[in-house]
Structure formats: structure tokens, C-alpha cells
């Protein structure tokens, strides 16, 4: 059965204090793997897709890798604003739903 | 244009009765997901919805809750006979078809069951 696990559950951080956020993954055959914020009270807002082992992508202060296995958040020099529910999630190729990890709450203390 | 679209925004209701969840999807995309996240949980995949073809209902947790979409765009979650269980955000998102999949998300309706 497909499976995500996300890693720590929650996150305090400085501010400026950079760290990483763990997603990993068993599925037969990734078609996706997405990786979504969201804040108290709102639905989630998509961040970036990454499709292949290697493959990083970039915006503002994170950055999203892959490998075969897992996939790493990685946030450089946070700011309070980015306190938030990162939440990971994978598609197979055969299936029509996503399959989400529990999420990472981060907290980031100015 | 407008983001997905979700009323209402949060509902009380009492055991046993029916509840109507509506989604209003980004104007043009063919997809329709129904999520539900419990407190702390990751999203529950409930029923996805594409273009005229037969919805995939296999995310629903019983024979109580049902959904449908009309004229290809709004949809309404309906459960039945409402449990305590049933209390969670319901989430609806849109995609279109051919863009990797990527997901937009209403804000949800926040379902307690009293």
C-alpha cells in the first residue's frame, strides 16, 4: 500500500535558523510528488511538484529535492511568516487520488 | 479568476442528519477531489470526479456519504444520517486536466457533529 510519512510532526525554529523537513515514500511507480503549505484555517496552496530522483526546485527561502525514496523541504534562514503546515503528498501512475503525509507544523520564533 | 469556492464555511449539525457540502471548482478544470482531514491527520482521499467519465468513489468511507457533480463544474458532498466521526474540514480542489495535477484548494467547510 502506498504510504507517506512526514518528519518531525512539528518544527520550532528561529528565525534565521535553517533546517530541513523529511517527506518519505512507498509507491509502486511515482507519477508526482507534491509538496503543499498550509496555514490555520485555509485549504492548502500548492508549492512545487518534483517528478524524478534528482530533481530540485526553488522558491523564495525553500527548496525541494527528491530521491528515490524521500524528499527533503529545505528552509534557508526562515522568517515568521513562513510559520506554517507543510504537507507532502505522491501520485502513482494508476491512481486519480494523492496520497498526503500527516504534515510538518513549523514554527518559526522571531 | 476566482479560487475553488467552498459553503458553507462551517457547519454544526446534529446526529442523524443530513448534511450538503458545495464546491464551486476554478472556472475551466475538468478535475473535482473531495479530501477530508481530521484534527492532526493528513488528507483523506474521498471521491474524484474528471470531465463526463465515471467518478472514482473508492475513497468513500461508507455508503453514507455520496457525491455528484453537475453540468461538469459545481459539486455537493452529501452524508447521511451524520456521526460524530463524521466531525472534520472538508476539503474540495480542482485541477486541470493536462497541468501535472497540480491541485487548488477551497478553504473548506469545517463539518461538527454535535
Known amino acids: 500500500e502506498d504510504q507517506v510519512t512526514q518528519s518531525p510532526e512539528a518544527l520550532r525554529l528561529q528565525e534565521g535558523e535553517s533546517s530541513s523537513l523529511n517527506c518519505s515514500y512507498t509507491v509502486s511507480g511515482l507519477r508526482g510528488l507534491f509538496w503543499y503549505r498550509q496555514d490555520p484555517g485555509k485549504g492548502p496552496e500548492f508549492l512545487f511538484t518534483l517528478y524524478s530522483a534528482g530533481e530540485e526546485k526553488e522558491k523564495e527561502r525553500l527548496k525541494a529535492t527528491l530521491t528515490k525514496k524521500e524528499s527533503f523541504l529545505h528552509i534557508t534562514a526562515p522568517k515568521p511568516e513562513d510559520s506554517a503546515t507543510y504537507l507532502c503528498?505522491?501520485?502513482?501512475?494508476?491512481?486519480?487520488?494523492?496520497?498526503f503525509g500527516a504534515g510538518t507544523r513549523l514554527t518559526v520564533k522571531p | 479568476g476566482a479560487g475553488v469556492s467552498q459553503s458553507p464555511s462551517n457547519k454544526v449539525t446534529e446526529k442523524g442528519k443530513d448534511v450538503e457540502l458545495r464546491c464551486d471548482p476554478i472556472s475551466g478544470h475538468t478535475a473535482l477531489y473531495w479530501y477530508r482531514q481530521s484534527l492532526g491527520q493528513g488528507l483523506e482521499f474521498l471521491i474524484y470526479f474528471q470531465g463526463n467519465s465515471a467518478p472514482d468513489k473508492s475513497g468513500l468511507p461508507s455508503d453514507r456519504f455520496s457525491a455528484e457533480r453537475t453540468g461538469g463544474s459545481v459539486s455537493t458532498l452529501t452524508i447521511q444520517r451524520t456521526q460524530q466521526e463524521d466531525s472534520a474540514v472538508y476539503l474540495c480542489?480542482?485541477?486541470?486536466?493536462?497541468?501535472?495535477?497540480?491541485?487548488?484548494f477551497g478553504a473548506g467547510t469545517r463539518l461538527s457533529v454535535l
Open positions: 480542489a480542482s485541477s486541470l486536466l493536462g497541468s501535472q495535477n497540480i491541485q487548488y
Open positions: 503528498a505522491v501520485q502513482a501512475p494508476n491512481n486519480n487520488d494523492m496520497r
